[in-house]
């Protein structure tokens, strides 16, 4: 079956610019993660759904980052005014169910860069 | 505060030469750890996992870690890599509570020369 798909791969922002990153999980998947990963850096958490409830969004660097999963299925991440430093690859990832053992399943990401 | 290191940014070797790439974590809690592979330009792959039970772990493509609470270390090893190795892997650890939040380290990578 098909794995997390995102889109766009690529996006070129000017700064200020609002944009809006999609995901789409495995069918059936009930949580989805957001990671936020910087050149060089390894992937930070970012937000959590179980469903459409959107749980944790604890590593939001800021209140111009928003995410939704109104249907439970597909997630957007949406960026409002964006600044340089929001330049960075933005990865979603789904599993199964929640809690220990269930494995992420990770797309292949979608790389900002804000110019 | 979760925290991973990994201390090595990049491992050079030689094909079919063994490997080890270093994993230190801390925690106050009792902690699930987790190797993920990164080739380009693609999402990250499971490559093993320690919930609970036996100290060594075998996962996919050959590669095995060892958990040592003791030291707080997770190494990865190979005994025998090839040129397809060659990519970003990154130690991850996570707290259990509750849905599995990730805390990764700054990766490490393997380049696999003939």
């Known amino acids: 079956g098909a794995g997390v798909s995102q889109s766009p791969r690529y996006k070129v922002a000017k700064r200020g610019q609002d944009v809006a990153l999609r995901c789409d999980p495995i069918?059936?998947?009930?949580?989805l993660f957001w990671y936020q990963q910087a050149l060089g850096q390894g992937p930070e958490f970012l937000t959590y759904?179980?469903?459409?409830?959107?749980?944790?969004k604890s590593g939001l660097p800021s209140d111009r980052f928003f995410a939704e999963r109104p249907e439970g299925s597909v997630s957007t991440l949406k960026i409002q005014r964006t600044q340089q430093e929001d330049s960075a690859v933005y990865l979603c990832?789904?599993?199964?169910?929640?809690?220990?053992?269930?494995?992420?399943?990770f797309g292949p990401g979608t790389r900002l860069t804000v110019t | 505060a979760q925290s991973v290191t990994q201390l090595d940014s990049q491992v050079p070797v030689f094909e079919e030469a063994p490997v080890e790439l270093r994993c230190n974590y801390s925690?106050?809690?009792?902690?699930?750890l987790f190797w993920y592979v990164q080739y380009p330009n693609q999402g990250l792959q499971l490559l093993l996992k320690?919930?609970?039970?036996?100290?060594l772990v075998k996962g996919i493509n050959g590669f095995e870690a060892e958990f040592n609470k003791s030291q707080t270390s997770f190494h990865l090893r190979k005994p025998s890599v090839h040129i397809s190795d060659t990519a970003e892997y990154f130690c991850?650890?996570?707290?259990?509570?509750?849905?599995?939040?990730?805390?990764f380290g700054t990766g490490t990578r393997l380049l696999v020369s003939p």
């Open positions: 991850a650890v996570s707290d259990g509570g509750g849905f599995q939040k990730l805390v």
């Open positions: 990832a789904s599993s199964l169910a929640t809690g220990d053992g269930y494995e992420q399943y």
């Open positions: 320690y919930l609970s039970g036996s100290t």
């Open positions: 069918s059936g998947h009930v949580s």
């Open positions: 925690s106050s809690v009792s902690v699930y």
């Open positions: 759904f179980q469903n459409e409830a959107q749980l944790d």
